[in-house]
């Protein structure tokens, strides 16, 4: 049977998973009377929530007499370590753009990787059944951004397809007809895409996609560059610089069948497979026989950007809510999630209580901390911080990201006045149809830590964010920070209604009455720029004097809901957020005020 590899590219909300759904449906993947959710390849429960593609999964259907490989792709640049690692095992990719929105910055960082491997795209113009689409212009944007690229002329006479994943029916004409479904995608995949190249020689392959499974053990996934293997087979592994990490036997191979997994007896050349029986080979090893000495060359891997501190909780409820919280466990947690996300970078620190864990960005981040209070886990975490570098003559970088910003024309004033505190330099403003502008920037990373929710507020919720990694550039100079204070509990028990009505004045609340606090605890913010200690615990004086009205009932404000993301973007460098299993809690660094008073002269004489 022919093969074809294939990744579809696409950014955040354009419809990837749902095409990939509609292709599983129309190829005859799925009994007739199966079972199927929405969105199959989402199997985190994260991905459902948010929407977003997080991890890379394969999937394979069969069309006429050509099996036919599907990579999912993230479509976040956070999660672009991913993406690189992907692009390797594939030989074209579907690019799908949202009919209305045209290519954002997310597409053009996978596709810039894709054309640089030398892909040869499929561009589909998804959502085509949009009041608001412009087909034609998007198309005319899909061109400029695979010129501006450095596309080759190859890959700039592209094929494009119009239509609706949803609605199940791509066509060369945006008008239809609708009634042939997806076979003409599947049709230009066959006769566009090339066959898979395939080397001489014995077995090797590059690590892609790394699992634990609780039966098999560790299972990799990635493309056969040559020969063929089978169970049982010996094998070795080699790490990037050629060194023997470990030799073993494959106990399973699975090959992808739809959305299941199966075992087979023997994977040849150019398949992409999944295999079992090794112990230590992880993402970026080369697989291979025994008599191979050369491993083969991977794809480089962009430098994290961020950094944060995942220190072991210590405030006076730790344990109570969570059951892993000693530093042994977290620190296990975090370098299995190392192996298997080349993106991310762990340190320990010298006293061995708190890591360093670096990433691509603060989602990135923030997904890994939720799925770690999923899990059991309670930890403190510190606000992210910048990864800078030094270049030859010692002039300290920053990374810069560019920043594209689809906004309501009344509200661009303030954007541009906010993004220009934040030391961003705007490069493009340009109408983007029905009375919005869509304004680019370049802007230092750190300035854009915390800026979503602000944004969000200013522009009342209708400004639509996306970023991506330009450049390291040198330092932009200091960057004002948050210009409230907060309000921190003075001793520990539970909020009293009365007391949080009574503090009101002092500036908004974020916990509600009834919530366990303790010495050090924010619970509020302040209205002006200094930390205030006020005492929540306080209630009604009870007299057996009675006034002529009845006592009134207290109404407090609904307090501010912290999220995860928020959380770590408001804190600051003195502060931490307190993640459990059920709860989200912010407080100060130093819990007691001589130790934070001592903290400060340090500072100041530093």
């Excluded at 026989?289 to 950094?307: M, R």
């Excluded at 960057?479 to 539970?494: D, F, K, M, Q, T």
């Excluded at 050090?520 to 006034?547: F, S, Y």
């Excluded at 002529?548 to 009932?553: I, N, P, R, S, T």
Aim: charged residues 30%.
């Amino acid at each position: 049977m022919a093969l074809r590899n294939i990744a579809i590219i696409a950014h955040v909300d354009h419809g990837k998973t749902t095409l990939v759904d509609e292709l599983l449906k129309q190829s005859g993947s799925f009994r007739e009377n199966q079972r199927v959710m929405e969105r199959v390849m989402d199997s985190n429960d994260i991905e459902k929530e948010r929407g977003i593609t997080i991890l890379a999964k394969a999937t394979s259907i069969e069309w006429k007499d050509t099996r036919i490989n599907i990579v999912d792709t993230p479509g976040h640049a956070d999660f672009g370590g991913e993406v690189e690692r992907i692009l390797s095992m594939v030989d074209g990719a579907i690019v799908l753009v949202d009919a209305a929105e045209g290519p954002m910055p997310q597409t053009k960082f996978v596709v810039g990787k894709a054309l640089k491997v030398g892909l040869r795209p499929i561009v589909a113009i998804n959502k085509i059944d949009r009041p608001d689409a412009r087909a034609d212009e998007v198309v005319n944007e899909v061109f400029d951004l695979f010129a501006a690229l450095d596309a080759t002329d190859e890959q700039l006479d592209f094929p494009i397809l119009y239509g609706s994943g949803r609605a199940g029916w791509m066509n060369y004409d945006p008008a239809g007809p609708t009634d042939e479904g997806l076979a003409p995608l599947l049709d230009l995949v066959v006769k566009h895409v090339p066959e898979p190249k395939v080397e001489e020689g014995p077995f090797r392959m590059i690590g892609t996609i790394l699992e634990a499974n609780n039966f098999l053990g560790r299972i990799i996934t990635g493309r056969i560059a040559s020969g063929s293997i089978k169970p049982n087979q010996a094998v070795k592994v080699l790490g990037q610089d050629g060194k023997l990490i470990e030799q073993g036997r494959i106990s399973k191979i699975l090959a992808f069948r739809g959305i299941e997994r199966q075992p087979i007896e023997e994977a040849h050349a150019g398949d992409i497979v999944a295999i079992a029986g090794l112990s230590k080979g992880t993402v970026a090893d080369t697989f291979c026989d025994p008599a191979v000495t050369e491993a083969l060359k991977a794809q480089p891997i962009d430098p994290p950007t961020v950094t944060m501190s995942f220190i072991v909780n210590d405030s006076p409820l730790a344990g109570t809510e969570g059951d892993k919280v000693t530093s042994r466990v977290i620190r296990d947690r975090l370098f299995k999630e190392a192996e298997g996300n080349v993106a991310l970078k762990i340190e320990e620190s010298a006293d061995k209580d708190s890591f360093f864990v670096s990433g691509r960005g603060e989602l990135q981040l923030a997904v890994l901390i939720e799925n770690m209070r999923r899990e059991g886990f309670e930890l403190a975490v510190s606000r992210p911080r910048v990864v800078m570098h030094k270049d030859e003559s010692g002039q300290l970088l920053e990374p810069i990201e560019e920043v594209l910003i689809d906004v309501d024309e009344e509200h661009s004033g303030v954007v541009v006045q906010k993004m220009s505190e934040r030391k961003a330099e705007m490069v493009e403003l340009r109408p983007s149809g029905g009375n919005r502008v869509r304004l680019v920037f370049y802007a230092p990373t750190r300035g854009l830590i915390g800026y979503q929710s602000e944004l969000l507020t200013d522009t009342r919720g209708t400004a639509i964010m996306n970023r991506l990694f330009h450049s390291y550039q040198p330092y932009k100079g200091e960057i004002g920070g948050r210009v409230n204070g907060v309000l921190l509990a003075n001793e520990p028990g539970e909020a009293v209604a009365y007391a949080l009505f009574n503090l009101e004045d002092r500036g908004p609340m974020i916990i509600d009455a009834g919530e366990k606090v303790y010495m050090g605890m924010i619970i509020g913010i302040h209205t002006r720029d200094n930390d205030l200690e006020v005492n929540v615990l306080k209630g009604k004086k009870l007299t057996n004097i009675r006034a002529a009205g009845k006592d009134e009932a207290v109404k407090l404000t609904p307090p501010i809901r912290m999220t995860l993301e928020r959380a770590l973007s408001w804190i600051q460098e003195d502060e931490l957020v307190e993640v459990t299993p059920k709860s989200i809690r912010l407080r100060k660094m130093y819990l007691d005020a001589n130790d934070r008073k001592r903290f400060e002269k340090t500072k100041a004489a530093l």
